[in-house]
């Protein structure tokens, strides 16, 4: 579950460009009125749901480098407050790390610290993005890039970018505006950054201020987790465990709850245990089939298979085309059969 606060700046930003908080908003079901609302929360859908209507508003299938490159340190709230009053870079990089799910990031970020005072954030899904995970990484580079300047008051030096996808047709922009070199189809998403190490003292330092608004993400989080829907808290079980998933009675107790409870819950949103694990296994497929980062045999113990026979028989009870047929005309709805 995430805060609408990234969702309320996208509303604010396509405001300026003419668009409708209703057009924005279509098909997410979001409540445009609790925006503003720390307590509300939403699920993934709702913003696949918003960052498709995005692209199809403007027609602009890049958007997220824009909407990067308009982000400042002050649209991320708290979790700003905490960088900025940190003491270097290494800390304030760290609270981005621990604390992005206060502000609705879906990447999640991991540091890598270099030889030559050169370091590496590694960016990967919280959870199977699918067709928005270009969007999302994206906007996070430029925001990020954007983001660690103003902290330091140091342009941040980019060695090179990688990404896990392959060349969109907006590529020629990714050169425009980072100046560095870029690998698509690469292993991993990454960004690797030469200058300034991650030692330099912020200006911002304020060790008394930093505890206040380090205790307060930390009870924003718990409160976060504490209203989480039993079935998003399914779902994050479900990613965490992927290559061995329980049955719904070891999955029950997990969750610190009874089988029927479990079950109820899955049914009040027109589901079921293996629905839910099937189109979660599906939805990850899907996703490590577009990276073209594994074989067949390595994704089948990433679903959860033991061999590729038994992926290529689920994935054509599920789609009802094979895995051959999917990566020749990459047209599917994420939807299994049942």
Known sequence: MFRPIKIRHYVSLMKTRGFDTADVLQGSKIKSERLDDPSYLLDLKQCEAVVSNLIRLT??????????????????????????????????????????NLVGML????????????????????????????????????????LGSALGKVPLVVKEISLSYPAPLHAHLYKERFGCPIHF?????????????????????????????????R???????????????????????????????????MLGTTPRTLHRHLVSEGSNYQQTVN???LELCIQLLRSGDLTLKE????????????????????????IRTYQSSRKFSSQPRG
């Open 59 to 100: 027609g602009d299938q890049g958007i997220g480098l824009t909407i990067g490159e308009q982000e400042n340190l002050a649209d991320f709230g708290i979790i700003a407050q905490a960088m900025i009053s940190s003491k270097d870079l290494r800390q304030a990089v760290g609270y981005w790390i621990q604390y992005s």
């Open 107 to 146: 990447i999640h970020i991991t540091l890598i610290e270099e030889p030559r005072k050169e370091w590496t954030v590694v960016f990967s899904a919280t959870e199977p993005l699918g067709f928005i995970y270009n969007f999302c990484v994206e906007e996070i580079l430029v925001a990020g890039l954007r």
């Open 185 to 217: 189809n690469a292993a991993r998403s990454s960004l690797t950054i030469k200058s300034p190490g991650l030692d330099i003292a912020l200006p911002g330092y304020d060790e008394e201020l930093n505890d206040i608004y380090r205790r307060r993400c």
């Open 219 to 253: 009870e924003v989080i718990r409160q976060i987790r504490s209203k989480d829907p039993l079935v998003a808290r399914l779902r994050s079980l479900l990613l965490s465990r992927s290559s061995s998933l329980p049955d719904l009675e070891t999955a029950a107790g």
């Open 279 to 281: 189109r979660f296994r």
């Open 299 to 322: 994704i089948a113990v990433q679903v959860g298979f033991r061999d590729t026979n038994s992926l290529h028989r689920a994935f054509k009870s599920w789609t009802g085309s094979t």
